[in-house]
C-alpha cells in the first residue's frame, strides 16, 4: 500500500540527497577535501552545531525555539575557565557545568511554561543574560591550560582515520534522541503540541511540561556543547560559540523542520547540519572569503523555509487529487 | 406565512446544466438551480453531496466544466470571487472572517472607505452609512464597535450589511445558524426576511430541517453530486426532505433506548469557576444519558471543560466512581475513565494536520506502548478497529482528517475517546455541523454506549436531540444550574423556560 508519505516529496529526502551529492562533488573536484585530516576537522567543527541541533529539532518541532543555547554554551565554557582556575579538578567542573545547563534551560522553560511568555522573546532575553552572567564570570581572560588527556579527546581523531572521538558519543545521543522524537510516545506528543497545541491539550497531553522538560534538556545539550567547544579549541573565552544559536537554526530549518511545529523528522535536521559544514568545510579549502561565505548562509535559510514549503506544495497538490474522491462538503476552510 | 408572489419574473441568477469535476470525481452533475428575487430558496443534502461545490460555483471560486451561470438571463462566466461580487452575488459563511481589532463601520468599507480631502478617510460618513445599512435591515449594531467580542450571530450581520454595501441581490448563506442560539437565529431570520422584502434572492443552506420549512418557501436537493428534485416546501414533510436527500428512508433520529440507570459514576459538587459558572451539582448514573441545555454562554462548556481538567475550578469537587479527580488536570481526568468530546473538533476535538490513526493514537499514548516505545502494530489496530465500527468513510487511515468531511471528522473524534472505553463520556454539541444521516448514527451510538453502562453527559443546542436523546435534562443559565427535568416533563417549553431563567430554581 503506498503511503502518502512515500508518495510526496519529501524534504528531508531531498537535503540527505543534496549532502550526498556535494560530499561526491568535492571528493572528486575539490582538493584536500578527501584527506582524513580534512574529514576529521570538517566532523569535528560541525559538532557543535549537531549536539545543539539534537534537542532543538525536538523543540521547534513541539512548536518553539531557544535562541539562548550559544550563550548558555559560552556560559559553561566561562564557568569551567573560572573553576578551572579556581584549581578545581575538571572531573568536579564538568557536572557544576552541566548542572548550570539545566538551570539555564530551566529558567527558560519556567518563563515560557509558567508566565506564558513567547519562547523567542524569553530567549533573545536570556541569550543576552547568560552571556553577560559568562563575561562576568571570566572577564576577557582566555583560559587554556586544561589536562591534556581531556583536548586531545576533544580535538583528536581514532588512529589515521577521518572519525573524531568525541563522533562516537555523538551517535549515541543522535540514536536516542531519534528514537525519542521518532518512536516514543513523548516524541509522538511533540509533534502533536507543534501541530495544535489545543488539541493536544484536549487529548490528555500534559503540554506544559513536555515543553518544561525540553527547554531543560537543550539547556544540559548546549553546556554539553560548550564544554567541548572549550576542550576543541583549547580555548574557554566568554565569548565562545557566539552567534551559533544562528547556525543550528539555520541548520535545522535546512533540514525541513517546520518553523510553526509539528512536522519534520531528525534524520532531515542531522542532514542540514551536516550539508550546512560540508559546505562551510569545502569554501574554506577554495578560499572562499568570509563574506561570501556569510552570504551563501544567507541564502541558504531563506532557501530552507521555502523548500520544504514548496515541496509540501507540490505533495498537497497531488493529494489533493486524490482526497477528491472524498468529497469535502461545507468547508469554510481558512486557507485557500 | 405570506410570500410575495414573485416567482412570474425571470431568475436573477440561475444554474444551467452545471458541472465539475475534481480529478476522477465529479463533484457536480448537470445541476441546475433557478433563484428568484424576493425568494428564499433552500439548498439541501448531505455532506459531500456537492452543496460547497455548488456554492463555490455561484461565488465565482470554482469554473464549472460544463453548463451555464446565467446572470439576469444572460450567459456569463466568472473568473473569481470578484467578479460574482460585482455581479451582485455575495456568500455569507458559518464562520465570518472580519478583522477584530477594526470597527464594524471599517470592516464593511474596508478599502473602499468614503474619503475627504486629501485622501484621509471621512469617518463621519463611513459611520452614517454604516448606520443606514443597519437600519435597512432593522439591527442595531454600534458601527464604531470594535469587531473583536461580538458574537458569531452579529458578525454575520456585519457580513450580510457589507454584502449590501456592495448591493448584492443575491444572497448566499452557508449554514449561517450552525453556531447560533434559538433567539439568535430568530433574528438572523428577520433580517432574511427584511432582505427577502426588499427583493433579494437568497440561496439558504442548513442542516436544521426545521429552519428549511420556517424561511425557505422552495427547495432544491443534490444527493452525490446530482441533482435530485426543485420544488415547493409547502406540502411536503421532514421525512419527504430526508428521503430525497438520504436516497432511503432513515433510521430513526433518535433512537433512545430504555435504560434502567445504575450508581453514579460522576458527581459533580458545588462546581465553581469565579466569573463563569457557580454552585453546579449534579449526577450521571450508569447507563443514563443526562442532556445539558441552556444558551450559548450559559456555562456548560466551560463546566465541561472544567470537569475534565482544561481549566481550573476554584470551588467544589468532582469525583469519578467515588474517586476524586485533581483540579486541571485532563491526564489524570483521562486515567480515570472520563473522555472529553470537545465543542470544536477542528480546533479542539483533532490535530488537522496528523493522520487519522494518530489522531485516534494520541489518547493511548499511555496504552499502545511496548517497553517504552510507540507500539505501531497496536497503534493502528486500535485505530482501524473504531473506525471501521463506527463506519468512517475515508480513503486511507494515513490520510489527514483535514481530507474527511465533517461529519467523518467528528465521528474520529468520537472514535479516539471511545478507543479509552471511558466510563463517563462528556461530548459538547455531538451532532453540530454534521448531516442528518450521520447525525442519526451519533445518537444511536451514544444510545447503544448508554445501553453499555457508560454515563454519558450530552451538552447541546440542538432542542430536538436533547428532547429526543436525554433521560434527564439539567438546565444552565447564567452560570448557573437552574432545572433538572425528567424526560417525561421536559417539553421545548419547560427546558427554554428555565434556559432563559423565566421559570423557578
Known sequence: MPESLTRAVRWDTVVGALLIVLLLLSFSFVDGFGNALNLSFLIGNTLPIALIALPMTLLVVSGEIDLSVASTAGLSGAVMGALWNQGMTIETIIPICLLLGVVCGLINGLLVTKLGLPSLAVTIGTLAAYRGVAQIVLGSDAVTDFPSQYLDFAAGRIGDTFIPYAFLPFLVLLAIAVVALHATPFGRSLFAIGASEEAARFAGIRVKRQKLILFTLTGLMASLTGIFWALHYASARYDNATGLELAVIAAVLLGGIDFDGGKGTLGGAIAGVFLLGALQNVMSLQDVSAQTQILVTGVLLVLSVLGPRVARQISVARAGRRAASAPVSKAPSPTS | ?505
Not at chain 2, 446572470?71 to 473568473?79: I, K, R
Not at chain 2, 436527500?245 to 460522576?266: C, F, H, I, S, T
Not at chain 2, 435534562?473 to 432545572?483: I, S, W
Request: net charge negative.
Open chain 2, 1 to 505: 406565512m405570506t410570500h410575495p408572489s414573485t416567482t412570474g419574473p425571470a431568475p436573477v441568477l440561475a444554474l444551467r446544466d452545471i458541472s465539475k469535476s475534481f480529478g476522477a470525481v465529479r463533484a457536480l452533475r448537470d445541476v441546475s438551480l433557478e433563484l428568484f428575487p424576493g425568494e428564499v430558496h433552500a439548498l439541501a443534502g448531505e455532506n459531500g453531496a456537492g452543496k460547497s461545490t455548488l456554492i463555490k460555483t455561484l461565488a465565482g471560486v470554482h469554473r464549472p466544466d460544463a453548463g451555464q451561470v446565467l446572470l439576469d438571463g444572460q450567459p456569463v462566466v466568472f473568473h473569481g470571487p470578484g467578479d460574482a461580487r460585482d455581479a451582485g452575488i455575495a456568500v455569507i459563511y458559518q464562520e465570518p472572517t472580519l478583522f477584530p481589532d477594526l470597527s464594524i463601520a471599517e470592516n464593511i468599507f474596508m478599502g473602499r472607505q468614503p474619503r475627504r480631502a486629501l485622501g484621509r478617510i471621512d469617518h463621519k460618513a463611513t459611520h452614517a452609512a454604516t448606520l443606514a445599512l443597519m437600519q435597512r435591515l432593522g439591527v442595531e449594531l454600534d458601527p464604531d464597535r470594535p469587531a473583536r467580542g461580538l458574537s458569531i450571530a452579529d458578525q454575520q450581520i456585519v457580513e450580510i450589511a457589507k454584502a449590501l454595501s456592495f448591493d448584492a441581490r443575491v444572497l448566499i448563506m452557508d449554514e449561517p445558524t450552525a453556531a447560533l442560539t434559538g433567539s439568535e437565529v430568530a433574528r438572523l431570520f428577520g433580517v432574511v426576511r427584511t432582505l427577502r422584502e426588499q427583493g433579494a434572492a437568497v440561496l439558504f443552506i442548513s442542516h436544521r430541517l426545521e429552519e428549511i420549512f420556517q424561511i425557505c418557501r422552495r427547495v432544491t436537493t443534490l444527493r452525490d453530486g446530482a441533482w435530485i428534485s426543485s420544488e415547493l416546501l409547502d406540502g411536503m414533510t421532514e421525512d419527504d426532505l430526508v428521503r430525497r436527500m438520504v436516497g432511503r428512508d432513515l433510521d430513526e433520529l433518535y433512537p433512545k433506548q430504555d435504560v434502567n440507570p445504575g450508581e453514579v459514576a460522576l458527581s459533580v459538587r458545588r462546581l465553581t469557576r469565579e466569573g463563569v459558572f457557580t454552585d453546579v451539582s449534579f449526577d450521571v448514573r450508569r447507563g443514563e444519558i443526562v442532556g445539558l441545555a441552556g444558551l450559548v454562554g450559559a456555562g456548560r462548556t466551560e463546566v465541561a471543560r472544567a470537569v475534565f481538567g482544561i481549566d481550573r475550578w476554584d470551588a467544589g469537587e468532582v469525583e469519578l466512581d467515588g474517586r476524586k479527580l485533581i483540579n486541571g488536570a485532563p491526564s489524570t481526568a483521562m486515567a480515570a475513565g472520563l473522555a472529553l468530546v470537545p465543542e470544536d473538533r477542528r480546533a479542539q476535538g483533532l490535530v488537522m494536520d496528523m493522520s487519522i490513526e494518530r489522531n485516534i493514537g494520541l489518547t493511548g499514548l499511555r496504552t499502545t506502548v511496548k517497553a517504552g516505545l510507540m507500539d505501531r502494530g497496536a497503534e493502528r489496530s486500535r485505530s482501524l478497529d473504531w473506525v471501521v465500527k463506527l463506519q468512517v468513510k475515508y480513503a486511507r487511515i494515513a490520510d489527514t482528517v483535514g481530507t474527511l468531511s465533517g461529519g467523518n471528522q467528528q465521528k474520529v473524534v468520537l472514535a479516539k475517546w471511545l478507543a479509552t472505553r471511558p466510563k463517563v463520556l462528556i461530548v459538547d454539541e455531538p451532532t453540530r455541523g454534521i448531516d442528518v444521516g450521520t447525525k442519526a448514527e451519533v445518537h444511536r451510538l451514544l444510545s447503544e454506549l448508554a445501553a453499555d453502562g457508560v454515563a454519558v453527559l450530552m451538552i447541546s443546542s440542538d432542542l430536538p436531540e436533547i428532547l429526543g436523546m436525554a433521560d434527564r435534562v439539567l438546565v444552565m443559565h447564567e452560570g448557573r444550574l437552574t432545572a433538572e427535568i425528567p424526560r417525561s416533563d421536559a417539553t421545548e417549553e419547560s427546558v427554554m423556560a428555565a434556559a432563559t431563567g423565566r421559570a423557578a430554581a
